[in-house]
């Protein structure tokens, strides 16, 4: 269970029997999230009410790295998500920049994003 200042990502097949048979998301679920395949608990949800967010990325990285994303409108679990996702993806064009070790983009699970601050928030994720 997330504690108040986590946010927690589970998705599950969509032709999945068992609606209780989800699992924590892999950052390459996104496009299977966007093309119906697969289904994101709570997407519409809004999570930051503000314009201008910055997340920490520090797995499995050398040196951690923050970017700033923006959304007019706010941010809702599936906005944060694709975020995330597309994070990673300049991350992993890049692994010698960002200093990658261990691990591919296809092994990384969103364990949950902690707020640090308003607007400041670090991804936690495991492999």
């Known amino acids: 269970m997330a504690k108040p200042w986590e946010i927690e990502f589970h998705v599950r ?10 699992y924590t998301a892999g950052v390459t679920d996104y496009p299977a999230i ?15 009410l503000r314009p201008i967010i910055v997340l920490h990325f520090d797995y499995p990285l050398r040196d951690p790295v923050r970017m700033t994303f923006c959304r007019p409108t706010g941010f809702r679990r599936i906005d944060l998500f694709r975020c995330i996702y597309k994070g990673y993806c300049k991350i992993y064009d890049d692994i010698s920049k960002y200093g990658v070790y261990g691990h591919g983009i296809g092994d990384l699970r969103i364990d949950h994003v902690d707020q640090i601050t308003p ?8 492999s």
């Open 119 to 126: 607007g400041f928030y670090k991804v936690e994720c495991g």
């Open 13 to 22: 097949w969509r032709k999945s029997v068992s609606k209780a048979c989800r």
């Open 34 to 48: 966007i093309d119906g395949s697969m289904i994101l608990g709570g997407k519409r949800q809004w999570i930051v």
